[in-house]
């Protein structure tokens, strides 16, 4: 009887294992719904922010795509490419603030610059902290900038 009560509790146990979503890593579904489409950026001290436009997103892998749109700037208009993920399992407490982690890049190669996001997804907003690496600069400390933004999604 006892080898027989260990044998069940061994099998629930593997199959909660195999189907939690929180241990599998499985995405929420509703994500690409939040994030696909175009995204205004806000920074402050910044006039007119970025078109920040994500075209899909990989529920297998979390993995984010899209094309990043500079509002001035020798760049001002043209399109260039990100990339990037998205991250979330569910609150095992439901007392816990709950977001979704994202994090994209962007070459310019107009500029020679690299620009990483890396923050978070809640009430329809991301908020990020970004860092800014150009090749040119006057001084050698000043080679990367750091800011926040807020992005809006775009009607």
């Known amino acids: 009887m006892k080898k027989r009560m ?3 509790l061994a099998v629930c146990f593997a199959i909660v294992l195999i189907y939690s979503p929180s241990l599998t890593g499985a ?3 509703l994500i690409p719904t939040r994030f696909i489409g175009k ?3 806000h920074t402050a001290g910044v006039k007119e922010g970025a078109t920040l436009s994500i075209t899909s997103i990989d529920l297998a892998t979390g993995q984010l795509k899209g094309k990043w749109i500079p509002p001035t700037g020798a760049a001002a208009g043209k399109e260039f490419d990100i990339i990037g993920w998205v991250s979330t399992v569910p609150s095992p407490d439901k ?5 979704i982690a994202v994090t994209f890049s962007v070459s310019l190669t107009t500029y020679g610059s690299v620009t990483s996001y890396t923050g978070f997804f809640k009430d329809d907003t991301i908020i990020v902290l ?3 690496v150009r090749p040119n600069s006057r001084y050698e400390w000043d080679h990367i900038t750091a800011n926040e933004a807020v992005f809006t999604k775009n009607p």
């Open 6 to 8: 260990l044998w069940f």
């Open 27 to 29: 995405q929420d579904t």
């Open 39 to 41: 995204w205004t950026e």
């Open 95 to 99: 007392q816990l603030d709950h977001v």
């Open 130 to 132: 970004s860092q800014n």
